[in-house]
T-cell receptor, first 107, second 118 residues
């Protein structure tokens, strides 16, 4: 399975944008890029997914590099409730989670 | 709340005992997934069902593990002869069929069952 590389942790100030990077240099043409997040003591929660084009939804935006070897999850205005582990996943069949990025939001 | 529910939320058992967990998916979801998550790691896929059929099993699902979904609704995950290495959070997720929500539709996760094997 193609793998993803994410920073172990990131910090952001409340009400500022957050850019969470993900490298996936071995991505195949059929792999979709999914993002899930996991708040403390909860199961993971879907955030967004895309294949080639940038995607927007009510939670976030996903910017995908033209060569698809990297992507960035953008939270436009971080809140304290966005503090979570964010997982970047390449999905061809099942979800394969890595270790994710622990996002800390500072008040 | 009509999300995915799991029972029990916590289970402490002694090594060698059998345990069974239950997952109730969102009612119209025909796909159901089991994952295991150890501390500091992301969830690992174990198995999934489409209706009552178990369509895929991970190599992580040893012979001591068995999952069922007899009527295509709730599912159970049983671990026989538990070992200390089985201590983890067991997560269940469900999703709509692809024909309704697309091939890569989101999975909805339950809160998990935390298993501690002493």
């Amino acid at each position: 399975d193609a793998k993803t590389t994410q920073p172990n942790s990131m910090e952001s100030n409340e009400e500022e944008p957050v850019h969470l990077p993900c490298n996936h240099s071995t991505i195949s043409g059929t792999d979709y890029i999914h993002w899930y997040r996991q708040l403390p003591s909860q199961g993971p929660e879907y955030v967004i997914h895309g294949l080639t084009s940038n995607v927007n939804n009510r939670m976030a935006s996903l910017a995908i590099a033209e060569d698809r070897k990297s992507s960035t999850l953008i939270l436009h205005r971080a809140t304290l409730r966005d503090a979570a582990v964010y997982y970047c996943i390449l999905r061809s069949r099942q979800l394969t989670f890595g270790s994710g990025t622990q996002l800390t939001v500072l008040p | 709340d009509t999300g995915v529910s799991q029972d029990p939320r916590h289970k402490i058992t002694k090594r060698g005992q059998n345990v069974t967990f239950r997952c109730d998916p969102i009612s119209e979801h025909n796909r159901l997934y089991w994952y295991r998550q150890t501390l500091g790691q992301g969830p690992e896929f174990l198995t999934y069902f489409q209706n009552e059929a178990q369509l895929e099993k991970s190599r992580l699902l040893s012979d001591r593990f068995s999952a069922e979904r007899p009527k295509g609704s709730f599912s159970t995950l049983e671990i026989q002869r538990t070992e200390q290495g089985d201590s983890a959070m067991y997560l269940c997720a469900s999703s709509l069929p692809p024909r309704l929500a697309g091939l890569h539709n989101e999975q909805f996760f339950g809160p998990g069952t935390r298993l501690t094997v002493l």
